[in-house]
């Protein structure tokens, strides 16, 4: 999975999806011309990637604003085996705060289509 990661950290700061049409584009999008909720995450990383953040945020809110639980989660995972960390991982780990999360990323993906954001 760090393979993976760091792959996909190493290509994002290469190239730009902007500019490669390998780069893949979202089929929602181009079935129906709106926006899914994860529409413009790539060009958001690359543009973290290079400390665009108001750049970022034009391609994807919800996307910068996730970072945040997404690191959350990452740590959460390393610390399960730490008996010590137990409140924390149950904490992140929640299935509300996970069902929370979810439901966001569809709202998110309602709005940004009414918004035209």
Not at 4 to 14: E, S
Not at 85 to 106: G, M, N, Q
Request: charge should be positive.
């Amino acid at each position: 999975m760090l393979v993976l990661m760091v792959g996909a950290v190493v290509v994002y700061t290469l190239f730009d999806p902007t500019r490669y049409a390998w780069m893949p584009q979202c089929p929602f999008r181009v079935l129906t011309g709106w926006s899914c909720p994860a529409c413009g995450l790539q060009r958001a990383f690359h543009a973290l990637l290079h400390g665009r953040f108001a750049e970022a945020l034009a391609y994807n809110y919800f996307f910068v604003f996730s970072i945040p639980y997404a690191l959350a989660l990452i740590i959460s995972s390393g610390l399960k085996y730490l008996e010590k960390s137990e409140k924390y991982v149950r904490v992140v780990e929640h299935p509300l705060l996970a069902r929370t999360y979810i439901v966001l990323f569809f709202v998110w993906g309602v709005v940004r289509n009414i918004m035209n954001i």
